[in-house]
């Protein structure tokens, strides 16, 4: 389940972010305003998750794509699964059943005629009705994710203009002490001669 978002016309954007960052803060300069326009994303989430133990709630999260160069970042909003959160208590590996829904197998039985009234037996179901005593019932879908990220795009794009706006102030105001300061000690050479 991999949404994305594209936005269009950041070009000059881009272009300024890479020649006036230097080459070191780019990419935290971006990661860090693409992890301030997930949280909306990854709080819209956990208040969606349904809540039996609470371990789903607190394994959403929002982490570095392996994929990102200095060209091209990325963030990927996920459910903590696998062998390394179960010891810490948020394995949510069946995220994804709540999500897009799944199947329940259940047995079906039906008393025999005759003698022994009380027990029970499996009956051999026809394929309408399931193989071997088996029925299938299906469990719905109750997302939360794709609902979350639907209601707060907007809220996260916003919140990634205001980080790269900040990051952009901050490197207009570095370059304009440079600036003065390679001035005046322009000035000074030209006055004192040195």
């Not at 305003?33 to 994303?41: C, D, N, S």
């Not at 952009?168 to 006055?191: D, H």
């Amino acid at each position: 389940m991999t949404q994305t978002v594209r936005v269009e016309g950041l070009a000059e954007l881009r272009e300024t972010l890479m020649k006036r960052l230097p080459e070191a803060l780019q990419g935290k300069a971006l990661q860090g305003a693409l992890a301030q326009g997930a949280k909306p994303i990854v709080a819209a989430a956990r208040a969606r998750a349904p809540v039996k133990t609470g371990r789903l709630k607190k394994a959403i999260y929002s982490y570095r794509n392996r994929e990102s160069r200095r060209t091209y970042e990325s963030r990927l909003i996920s459910v903590r699964q696998g062998r390394k959160f179960q010891k810490s208590g948020r394995d949510a590996f069946y995220w994804k059943w709540i999500e897009f829904g799944h199947g329940v197998i259940t047995l079906q039985h039906r008393r025999k005629s005759g003698g022994n009234k009380g027990r029970l037996s499996r009956s051999l179901g026809t394929p309408a009705k399931g193989f071997f005593g088996r029925e299938i019932k299906a469990a719905p879908a109750r997302p939360f994710m794709r609902p979350a990220f639907e209601s707060k795009k907007l809220a996260a794009l916003e919140a990634i203009r205001q980080s790269l706006a900040g990051q952009i102030e901050k490197v207009a105001t570095r370059a304009m002490a440079r600036s003065r300061s390679r001035l005046g000690r322009a000035l000074r050479r030209t006055i004192t001669g040195l």
